[in-house]
Nanobody
Framework: QLQASGGGLVQPGGSLRLSCAAS????????IGWFRQAPGKERTWVSLINHKYRSTHYTDSVKGRFTISSDSAKNTVYLQMSSLKPEDTATYYC?????????????????????WGQGTQVTVSS
């Protein structure tokens, strides 16, 4: 089971750190993705950390602003979000998937993920 937390209200340009804590399984054997969903829109992929191949991936709109990381001792994945924009406003979810092989591109599809945690709301507004 995954539990996302850390959302809140922040002004444009501000920062937040989201956490995705796992229970019942070890994150090190999986890849963990972050997705977001704004009201009335589809759930879209934001970032992935691949523990098997020690790689990280980001959608273009967050590159240079968001950083994904993990702490094995705490069995938790983090999403550090900086320079936040109003368009980052959404409910953020974390989910687990099998580690993608290098060169794979399927990991932006929500259907390939399981163990979705309940989301955490991020609102960027002045």
């Amino acid at each position: 089971q995954l539990q996302a937390s850390g959302g809140g209200l922040v002004q444009p340009g501000g920062s937040l750190r989201l956490s995705c804590a796992a229970s019942g399984f070890t994150l090190d054997y999986y890849a963990i993705g972050w997705f977001r969903q704004a009201p009335g829109k589809e759930r879209t992929w934001v970032s992935l950390i691949n523990h098997k191949y020690r790689s990280t991936h980001y959608t273009d709109s967050v590159k240079g602003r968001f950083t994904i990381s993990s702490d094995s001792a705490k069995n938790t994945v983090y999403l550090q979000m900086s320079s936040l924009k109003p368009e980052d406003t959404a409910t953020y979810y974390c989910a687990a998937t099998v580690p993608p092989e290098p060169g794979s591109t399927w990991f932006d599809e929500p259907d390939y993920y399981t163990d979705w945690g309940q989301g955490t709301q991020v609102t960027v507004s002045s």
